[in-house]
């Protein structure tokens, strides 16, 4: 198998980053490997990187929490192949990942030798799931699609509307003027289909993960 593949790690446990890294060079011994622990830091990795063959990403990260990032992810590199590797093993939240362009679903729980099989596979170009997992009820997967729609900088926006931030706030963390986040906003709106912060927070919040 070709050795150059690139394979970017993004998880803020260094723990399960080491297992892995780890697993991929069983699986590909010379592959290239980078790490990120937080959806800026793998923000800034892609844009430094542009021939990534792979991204393993957790769902649960600094700067993201569930589907959001993964939504985020799709939306603005829709080339990019990525690979869920979780602790949420929820089949609805696998269903999810599978519908947003994910090339397969690792659980965090699966031993060394099933974390190196799948890695195999997707290396390939196959899928690879869980062999348990029951069938899709093909449920809606809308508002992540609209989510991945927004630009990166329509993202950070709407994660500060959700921390609570006021527009002159956010217009001074983003050096821009108020009037830029205001356009920023209204662009949020427009294309999650809501009217206002409180909904468009509401909206975000639907694709986080529970508390674990």
């Given at each position: 198998m070709d050795s150059t593949f690139t394979i970017v790690i993004a998880d803020d446990h260094p723990l399960f980053r080491g297992a892995?890294?780890?697993?991929?060079?069983?699986a590909m011994s010379e592959?290239?490997?980078?790490?990120?622990?937080?959806?800026?830091?793998?923000?800034?990795l892609l844009a430094s990187h542009q021939e990534v063959d792979l991204l393993l990403l957790d769902l649960k990260m600094p700067g993201a929490n569930g589907l959001e990032g993964v939504a985020h992810l799709r939306g603005q590199y829709p080339e990019l192949p990525v690979v869920v590797v979780s602790a949420s093993e929820d089949p609805a939240i696998i269903h999810q990942v599978m519908r947003l362009g994910a090339l397969g679903f690792i659980p965090k729980s699966a031993p060394m030798k099933t974390l190196v099989e799948a890695l195999s596979c997707v290396l390939q170009g196959d899928t690879w799931l869980p062999a348990d997992l029951p069938a899709d009820d093909e449920s809606g997967d809308d508002l992540a699609t609209r989510l991945g729609s927004l630009t990166p900088q329509q993202y950070k926006v709407l994660l500060m509307l959700r921390d609570g931030s006021l527009n002159k706030q956010i217009a001074w963390e983003l050096n821009v003027s108020?009037?830029?986040?205001?356009?920023?906003?209204?662009?949020?709106?427009?294309k999650l289909g809501v009217k206002n912060r409180t909904q468009a927070v509401i909206a975000l919040q639907q694709l986080e993960l529970p508390p674990t």
């Open positions: 892995l890294y780890q697993a991929v060079h069983l592959a290239t490997l980078l790490e990120a622990d937080s959806i800026a830091s793998l923000l800034t108020e009037a830029t986040i205001k356009a920023h906003i209204t662009a949020i709106f427009r």
